[in-house]
């Protein structure tokens, strides 16, 4: 019998729990489908026709390379040995001696102020290689996450140098210190799943890099309509689904508190999706698709930080604030409020997971169930307000910390980017869209109002060029 499929030893070890390492690798292919997919799928369905294949080709391209990186220097940046406070030393994740070994965060051990032992260091039962793969689809979604805000303007060039290092000197310092092991990890700040690490920095950073690049052209500012609802629906589809493998695989185990967050984490989706569409049709009149699925998706971010550690009463409470607070946010702050009638944020991204992301970190801390935060989090006791603990705190500060660096970080990129290569588009390839970028269309179709270039298509022209008429073309009707 081959070593691989002997019952112990070989590729089987004695610390092996393979209903753990089983159900973290599906996990990590669900958050993956959640982006490729997904994604994917409702970034170029959501947007304007003539941006349809850039923006899902932001996406599509952000996954791809922050595998490379991750591997090659930034997980052990995010979860390996302590450099400072906020920061891992970084090496890369590739050999068979490392991705072999037991899964191990060095620098999770917790000790109490006279040190002793508090919680021993996080050794889940499955190998490092799960771990660094896991770990990664989250790295992946962040950057495609903080994309929704620049769709539409940003040069691709530009993003492909932005991707590097924004996940080098952003998304490494928030991970390493709320998960693996930094200075608000041991302090107690509460991020059950990404709801400060992915969510609240995605949503800061991408309205910071949307100020540097500058809007959308004025057209597209004023109609935007997606190219697609049905297929937005399916990439949000997808997103939803893919939630239970984003909020439980985060215990790094398929136990209790697993089932816990993924029953939370539908139970605050569905209740945020029927708030938002409740309040469009008290306000608007109307029930909108795509309402619907920002009320899923705010949902979606704000149980996040709380998914395992809350019971499912909060988790209807939290629904029913992250479908109006972002609500609020968007379709009246965001009309009133200069700042960000000036920044040109392509999908909202600020209010669907930085304003959802922040409301359910400082949520997080006031219905954090004890006997939940005992099973999952490395400071004994912690609580919520209502159960008579300070947590709040503590999330609030947390929540300003990765505000306040991600405001920085990200600017100095952009800036730094910009002495290379312009952030924004050339206003030639802002009117034309996909094919003047890309050489490419998402659809065999032409028209929703962009400018035609003649020297992009195949057409024949008609001897009467005055009245712009010309034949169609292959299997292209022009009307």
Same mark, same amino acid.
Not at 118 to 147: D, K, N
Not at 273 to 283: G, H, K, N, Q, R
Not at 374 to 393: D, E, K, M
């Given at each position: 019998?081959?070593?691989?499929?002997?019952?112990?030893?070989?590729?089987?070890?004695?610390?092996?729990?393979?209903?753990?390492?089983?159900?973290?690798?599906?996990?990590?292919?669900?958050?993956?489908?959640?982006?490729?997919?997904?994604?994917?799928?409702?970034?170029?369905?959501?947007?304007?026709?003539?941006?349809?294949?850039?923006?899902?080709?932001?996406?599509?391209?952000?996954?791809?390379?922050?595998?490379?990186?991750?591997?090659?220097?930034?997980?052990?940046?995010?979860?390996?040995?302590?450099?400072?406070?906020?920061?891992?030393?970084?090496?890369?994740?590739?050999?068979? @001696?490392?991705?072999?070994?037991?899964?191990?965060?060095?620098?999770?051990?917790?000790?109490?102020?006279?040190?002793?032992?508090?919680?021993?260091?996080? *050794?889940?039962?499955?190998?490092?290689?799960?771990?660094?793969?896991?770990?990664?689809?989250?790295?992946?979604?962040?950057?495609?996450?903080?994309?929704?805000?620049?769709?539409?303007?940003?040069?691709? @060039?530009?993003?492909?140098?932005?991707?590097?290092?924004?996940?080098?000197?952003?998304?490494?310092?928030?991970?390493?210190?709320?998960?693996?092991?930094?200075?608000?990890?041991?302090?107690?700040?509460?991020?059950?799943?990404?709801?400060?690490?992915?969510?609240?920095?995605?949503?800061?950073?991408?309205?910071?890099?949307?100020?540097?690049?500058?809007?959308?052209?004025?057209?597209?500012?004023?109609?935007?309509?997606?190219?697609?609802?049905?297929?937005?629906?399916?990439?949000?589809?997808?997103?939803?689904?893919?939630?239970?493998?984003?909020?439980?695989?985060?215990?790094?185990?398929?136990?209790?508190?697993?089932?816990?967050?993924?029953?939370?984490?539908?139970?605050?989706?569905?209740?945020?999706?029927?708030?938002?569409?409740?309040?469009?049709?008290?306000?608007?009149?109307?029930?909108?698709?795509?309402?619907?699925?920002?009320?899923?998706?705010?949902?979606?971010?704000?149980?996040?930080?709380?998914?395992?550690?809350?019971?499912?009463?909060?988790?209807?409470?939290?629904?029913?604030?992250?479908?109006?607070?972002?609500?609020?946010?968007?379709?009246?702050?965001?009309?009133?409020?200069?700042?960000?009638?000036?920044?040109?944020?392509?999908?909202?991204?600020?209010?669907?997971?930085?304003?959802?992301?922040?409301?359910?970190?400082?949520?997080?801390?006031?219905?954090?169930?004890?006997?939940?935060?005992?099973?999952?989090?490395? /400071?004994?006791?912690?609580?919520? /307000?209502?159960?008579?603990?300070?947590?709040?705190?503590?999330?609030?500060?947390?929540?300003?910390?990765?505000?306040?660096?991600?405001?920085? /970080? *990200?600017?100095?990129?952009?800036?730094?980017?910009?002495?290379?290569?312009?952030?924004?588009?050339?206003?030639?390839?802002?009117?034309?869209?996909?094919?003047?970028?890309?050489?490419?269309?998402?659809?065999?179709?032409?028209?929703?109002?962009?400018?035609?270039?003649?020297?992009?298509?195949?057409?024949?022209?008609?001897?009467?060029? *005055?009245?712009? @008429?010309?034949?169609?073309?292959?299997?292209?009707?022009?009307?």
């Amino acid at each position: 019998m081959a070593t691989a499929y002997q019952p112990t030893g070989g590729a089987v070890p004695d610390w092996l729990n393979k209903g753990d390492n089983a159900w973290q690798m599906i996990s990590a292919t669900l958050v993956g489908l959640q982006s490729v997919p997904g994604l994917v799928i409702l970034y170029g369905s959501v947007v304007k026709k003539k941006w349809a294949v850039n923006s899902a080709f932001m996406a599509l391209y952000a996954f791809a390379a922050v595998v490379l990186c991750w591997v090659s220097w930034a997980y052990k940046m995010s979860f390996g040995d302590k450099l400072l406070p906020f920061w891992g030393k970084a090496g890369p994740a590739l050999g068979q @001696k490392f991705l072999l070994k037991q899964a191990a965060l060095t620098a999770t051990t917790q000790y109490h102020a006279n040190g002793e032992l508090e919680t021993p260091m996080a *050794t889940p039962w499955y190998p490092m290689a799960t771990m660094v793969w896991f770990q990664c689809v989250f790295a992946t979604i962040t950057l495609i996450l903080l994309a929704g805000s620049v769709l539409g303007r940003m040069n691709f @060039k530009a993003w492909m140098m932005f991707v590097p290092l924004w996940l080098t000197f952003s998304y490494t310092i928030g991970a390493f210190s709320l998960w693996g092991g930094g200075f608000l990890f041991h302090w107690g700040v509460m991020d059950y799943s990404g709801g400060y690490v992915i969510h609240l920095s995605s949503g800061v950073a991408g309205f910071t890099t949307a100020y540097w690049v500058g809007p959308r052209v004025k057209k597209d500012r004023e109609r935007f309509p997606p190219n697609n609802v049905l297929l937005t629906l399916a990439g949000a589809g997808l997103l939803w689904m893919g939630w239970a493998g984003f909020n439980g695989g985060d215990p790094y185990s398929a136990n209790t508190d697993s089932s816990m967050a993924v029953l939370n984490t539908n139970i605050c989706a569905a209740t945020s999706l029927l708030v938002w569409t409740w309040l469009d049709v008290i306000f608007f009149n109307k029930p909108s698709v795509i309402g619907a699925v920002q009320g899923m998706i705010t949902g979606l971010v704000c149980i996040t930080p709380a998914a395992g550690l809350v019971q499912g009463w909060a988790a209807i409470v939290m629904g029913v604030l992250s479908g109006s607070v972002p609500w609020f946010t968007m379709m009246i702050v965001d009309k009133r409020w200069r700042l960000l009638t000036e920044v040109d944020d392509t999908l909202g991204v600020v209010h669907t997971h930085a304003v959802a992301g922040f409301l359910g970190g400082i949520l997080t801390g006031i219905f954090a169930e004890p006997q939940l935060c005992a099973l999952f989090l490395p /400071v004994t006791n912690s609580r919520g /307000v209502v159960y008579g603990g300070i947590q709040v705190f503590k999330q609030i500060v947390g929540g300003l910390f990765i505000i306040g660096w991600n405001i920085v /970080v *990200t600017s100095i990129i952009c800036i730094a980017i910009r002495f290379v290569i312009p952030l924004r588009m050339p206003e030639e390839q802002l009117l034309i869209g996909d094919d003047a970028v890309h050489g490419e269309e998402a659809y065999a179709l032409w028209g929703d109002g962009e400018l035609y270039d003649v020297t992009k298509h195949e057409q024949n022209y008609s001897d009467d060029h *005055t009245q712009g @008429k010309f034949a169609s073309s292959g299997a292209t009707q022009v009307v």
